[in-house]
């Protein structure tokens, strides 16, 4: 029985100039990119990474272990101050 392909990545379509048209195929056709597909799925990619980088941290949803854990003692903190303020207040 032969194996059906099936597509991992979505389909999305787009227009560019014929310019740049014409500078991926021979980008593609120079052994720089394995295909138009390729290069289009690397200037995505480098395209949102530098939008990423551009962002601060807590809009980009980017964070290092070290400033999830300051998030946590802080969120832990205020937590056990509200807790205390409702203990108070009864």
Do not use: C, W
């Amino acid at each position: 029985m032969a194996k059906e392909y099936t597509r991992k990545k979505p389909i999305i379509s787009g227009t560019v100039s014929p310019t740049y048209k014409k500078r991926i195929d021979q980008l593609v056709e120079a052994g720089e990119f394995a295909s138009v597909s390729d290069f289009i799925n690397q200037a995505v990619s480098d395209l949102l990474k530098k939008y990423d980088d551009s962002l601060p941290k807590f809009e980009s949803g980017v964070f290092t272990e070290d400033e999830i854990e300051v998030i946590r003692s802080i969120i832990r903190e205020k937590a056990a101050e509200m807790n205390f303020s409702k203990e108070k207040k009864t």
